[in-house]
């Protein structure tokens, strides 16, 4: 059974940081382009935030540029996103997903930034 599971979510003040993890079961990340998608409130589309290729080059949206780096793991099949500088408008549930051929969405984590 394919399975995403997101983590690393929480409440931080602005300026602050957080590392978001996603690691998946039953599909191998190697060989996908991995991306950090945001929902920022219920009903809202999810935006790309990030995606990550298997060679490690990345593509940021302009938002967060400067602030955020996706990673990977292939060995531990699990994608990462670094979160700096983070300000209220990063609020969202954060999802990670392939890019192409989409796997069942996890049920996401949530980060909130206070002002």
């Known amino acids: 059974q394919v399975q995403l599971v997101e983590s690393g979510g929480g409440l931080v003040q602005a300026g602050g940081s957080l590392r978001l993890s996603c690691a998946a079961s039953?599909?191998?990340?190697?060989?996908?382009?991995m991306a950090w998608y945001r929902q920022q409130a219920p009903g809202k589309q999810r935006d790309l935030v990030a995606?990550?290729?298997?060679?490690?080059?990345?593509n940021y949206t302009d938002s967060v540029k400067g602030r955020f780096i996706i990673s990977r793991d292939n060995a531990k099949n699990t994608v990462y996103l670094q979160m700096n500088s983070l300000q209220p408008e990063d609020s969202a549930i954060y999802y990670c997903?392939?890019?192409?051929?989409?796997?069942?969405w996890g049920q996401g984590t949530q980060v909130t930034v206070s002002s």
């Open positions: 039953g599909a191998m990340v190697s060989g996908s382009v």
């Open positions: 995606f990550i290729r298997d060679d490690g080059s990345t």
């Open positions: 997903n392939r890019v192409r051929f989409k796997l069942a």
